[in-house]
């Protein structure tokens, strides 16, 4: 039971345009998630965050927005850059954020 | 030097073998994890520990024992290895309270473990 979703296992961008990476959730005591990103070889590392209170949530290039009522969340990257390309791993917890349920991953290229 | 420190970074075993794989760290955080990762299933989480004398299942522990030795080291243990084990490994950290980043979780570099 997959409670948090990342349905496109890919995606390819051009660089200086914008990636929309989206995940969805069905546990609705989720009220903290996280976006992750991981290069290879290397643990994945904390990008940004948004809570249940907030429906966005910018850090310079990264935007994360939330749609409470849909279950969903997205990352725009924009603009996008070489040094962009990684896996994204979107991440979401309850109550005391005790653990994380991470989704499958998205992996993103980002073509000069 | 990393904050969150794994051993071995890469191991191949045999079917039936017993690994372990060492997690250490000087972040001085008091919760360490252990996840798994496969292509297609993302990071699941295996065992987590708030402190050292708390140890939890996580989503996927059949197969799985973990030893909180102290506050910086926590070891995921394979009793009897099998094929289906084969994965990268990745210890976590992290601190609890409250704050824009609660939950955010401090990786360790992984393990690849292959089990032949």
């Known amino acids: 039971d997959q409670q948090v979703k990342q349905n496109s296992p890919s995606l390819s961008v051009q660089e200086g345009r914008i990636s929309i990476l989206n995940c969805d959730y069905t546990n609705s005591m989720f009220d903290y998630f996280l976006w992750y990103k991981k290069y290879p070889a290397e643990g994945p590392t904390f990008l940004i965050s948004i809570s249940s209170i907030k429906d966005k949530n910018e850090d310079g290039r990264f935007t994360v927005f939330l749609n409470k009522s849909a279950k969903h969340l997205s990352l725009h990257i924009v603009p996008s850059q070489p040094g962009d390309s990684a896996v994204y791993f979107c991440a979401a917890s309850g109550p005391g954020a005790q653990k994380l349920v991470f989704g499958q991953g998205t992996r993103l290229t980002i073509n000069p | 030097d990393a904050d969150v420190t794994q051993t071995p970074r890469n191991r191949i075993t045999k079917t039936g073998k017993r690994i372990m794989l060492e997690c250490s760290q000087t972040k001085g955080h008091d919760r360490m994890y252990w996840y798994r990762q496969d292509p297609g299933l993302g990071l699941r989480l295996i065992y987590y520990?708030?402190?050292?004398?708390?140890?939890n299942k996580g989503e996927i522990s059949d197969g799985y024992s973990v030893s909180r030795q102290a506050q910086a080291k926590f070891s995921l243990s394979l009793e009897s290895a099998i094929p289906n084990q084969t994965a990268l490994y990745f210890c976590a950290t992290s601190e609890p309270g409250t704050g824009p980043n609660t939950g955010e979780l401090f990786f360790g570099e992984g393990s690849r473990l292959t089990v032949l």
């Open positions: 520990s708030f402190d050292v004398k708390d140890i």
